[in-house]
C-alpha cells in the first residue's frame, strides 16, 4: 500500500467511523422514542449519504476494511428498517351483485368480517405563519397538545417567543430578520430558507438547509448538520432562559464540505456564555426594531 492510499485510508476510517457511531446511536435511540415520518426521513438521508461516502470511497480502502464498513453500513440498514411502520392489510368481501330476491339477510348470513381500521387520525399539527414586525407568542397558536408539531414560516422583521410551550417538533422555513426564542423539545428541529436571523432551541436532531447569516444558540447532545448553508454561528443556549438545561459542547457537521478541512460556511461564536449577556425579550418588547437591531446578526456577514 503506498503512502497515499495508506494515509486516505486513515482518515476516512476516521472519519467514516465517526459518522457511522453517530448515525447508528440516533437510530438506537429512536426506537426508544416515537419517531415522526420526518424524523425517519433525517435517518433514512443521513444513511444514503454514508453508504454514498463508502461507495465512492471503493478502490481506495483496503479489502478487509471495504467489507467491514459495508457490514456496518447494513446492520444500520437493518434497524433502520425496523423503525418503519408495519403495513397493515385487511381484506373486504366483495359486494354481492344484484339479485332478484328481497329476502332480508338474517344475522347469521351477514359477514364477520370487521371493517378496516381507519387510517385517519385528528391533526396535531400547527401553523405559525405570515406576520411582519410582530411580537408573538403562544396566544397567537390554538389549544395545542405535547404530541403538536409546530410549523413557522412566511415570518419577516418578528420576535417569536414560544419558551413556555411544548411540541413534538418544529418545521421552520422562509423566514427574515426575525428572533426565535423556542423550548427544548425532544423531537426534531427542520430549518429552511433563513435569512438574517438569530434562533434559540434545544433538540434531539437538527438540520438547517439553504439558510445564510443565522445566530444558533443550542442545546443538543448529537451534532447539528447543515447543509448549502452559508455564515452559520452556533453557540450553547442561554442559562438566563432555562436553569434546567445544561450546556453540552457539540461539533457541526457541513454536507457540503464533506472534507477532512473545516468547515467555512461555519463557526463558534466567541466567548463563553452562550448569549447570557444578551437582552432576551422574554416579557414582550417596546420597540421590535430597536431589539431586533441587538439581537440579529451582523449584515456585514453576508
Known amino acids: ?50 453508504n454514498k461516502t463508502l461507495a465512492d470511497a471503493t478502490g481506495s480502502l483496503p479489502g478487509y476494511d471495504q467489507r467491514q464498513f459495508e457490514l456496518q453500513v447494513k446492520a444500520i440498514e437493518k434497524s433502520l428498517q425496523e423503525l418503519r411502520p408495519k403495513s397493515k ?92 426564542l423556542l423550548p427544548v423539545i425532544q423531537g426534531s428541529i427542520l430549518l429552511h430558507d433563513l435569512r438574517r436571523c438569530t434562533v434559540v432551541a434545544g433538540c434531539h436532531q437538527f438540520r438547517m438547509h439553504t439558510s445564510t447569516n443565522v445566530d444558533v444558540y443550542l442545546a443538543i447532545q448529537s451534532a447539528p448538520i447543515i447543509e448549502h448553508c452559508s455564515h452559520i454561528r452556533f453557540s450553547t443556549y442561554p442559562s438566563s432562559l432555562s436553569k434546567e438545561i445544561t450546556a453540552h459542547e ?18 463558534f461564536i466567541p466567548g463563553l456564555g452562550g ?5 432576551w425579550p422574554v416579557g414582550g418588547v417596546e420597540d421590535i426594531s430597536a431589539s431586533l437591531s441587538k439581537l440579529l446578526p451582523d449584515d456585514s456577514r453576508r
Not at 250 to 260: E, T
Open 1 to 50: 500500500m503506498s503512502d497515499t492510499t495508506w494515509s486516505f485510508s486513515q482518515t476516512f476510517s476516521a472519519e467514516f467511523q465517526a459518522s457511522r457511531t453517530d448515525l447508528e446511536s440516533r437510530v438506537q435511540e429512536a426506537k426508544s422514542t416515537t419517531i415522526t415520518a420526518d424524523d425517519l426521513q433525517i435517518l433514512a438521508v443521513d444513511l444514503a449519504k454514508l
Open 89 to 180: 392489510f385487511a381484506f373486504k368481501r366483495k359486494p354481492p351483485g344484484p339479485t332478484t330476491t328481497t329476502t332480508t339477510p338474517t344475522p347469521a348470513a351477514t359477514s364477520n368480517i370487521a371493517p378496516p381500521p381507519s387510517t385517519t387520525t385528528p391533526s396535531t399539527n400547527l401553523t405559525l405563519s405570515s406576520h411582519s414586525s410582530q411580537y408573538l407568542t403562544k396566544t397567537a397558536l390554538p389549544p395545542a397538545s405535547q404530541s403538536s408539531d409546530l410549523s413557522i414560516s412566511d415570518l419577516s422583521n418578528c420576535i417569536v417567543n414560544l419558551l413556555d410551550s411544548k411540541f413534538s417538533a418544529l418545521h421552520i422555513r422562509n423566514l427574515t430578520d426575525t428572533v426565535l
Open 250 to 267: 457539540f461539533s457541526v457537521q457541513d454536507f457540503s464540505h464533506i472534507k477532512s478541512t473545516p468547515s467555512p460556511n461555519w463557526a
Open 275 to 279: 448569549g447570557d449577556g444578551k437582552d
